[in-house]
Nanobody, 122 residues
Framework: QVQLVESGGELVQAGGSLRLSCAASGRSLNTYIMGWFRQAPGKEREFVATISWSGGYTAYAPSVNGRFAISRDNAKNSVYLQMNSLKPEDTAVYYC???????????????WGQGTQITVSS
């Protein structure tokens, strides 16, 4: 069993930056693919970014590519999402997730955190 806890969400102005963290407990993350997803009010949860267990492979949703960067520190059992040039449409609850295969699909991730709120004001 893996427990994931996100942190770092807050209110930020458009154009600003934030760094989200996801800390894991219960099991080492070093064999898991990690992902970040988000869910805006009234919308379905959507893929944001994913990273392989080694960190050598990353993928991003087109809407965040070039602005967001996913990284991980297996020694700290943590995953991060650096978000730059934030836009009001980035407002959502952000979730980290752990899975066993490279995927952008929610159903392929086995463990989920409780989410952290990001609000970007215009």
């Amino acid at each position: 069993q893996v427990q994931l806890v996100e942190s770092g969400g807050e209110l930020v102005q458009a154009g600003g930056s934030l760094r989200l963290s996801c800390a894991a407990s219960g099991r080492s993350l070093n064999t898991y693919i990690m992902g970040w997803f988000r869910q805006a009010p009234g919308k379905e949860r959507e893929f944001v970014a994913t990273i392989s267990w080694s960190g050598g492979y990353t993928a991003y949703a087109p809407s965040v590519n070039g602005r967001f960067a996913i990284s991980r520190d297996n020694a700290k059992n943590s995953v991060y999402l650096q978000m730059n040039s934030l836009k009001p449409e980035d407002t959502a609850v952000y979730y980290c997730a752990a899975g066993r295969s490279r995927s952008t699909r929610l159903g392929d991730y086995e463990y989920w955190g409780q989410g952290t709120q990001i609000t970007v004001s215009s």
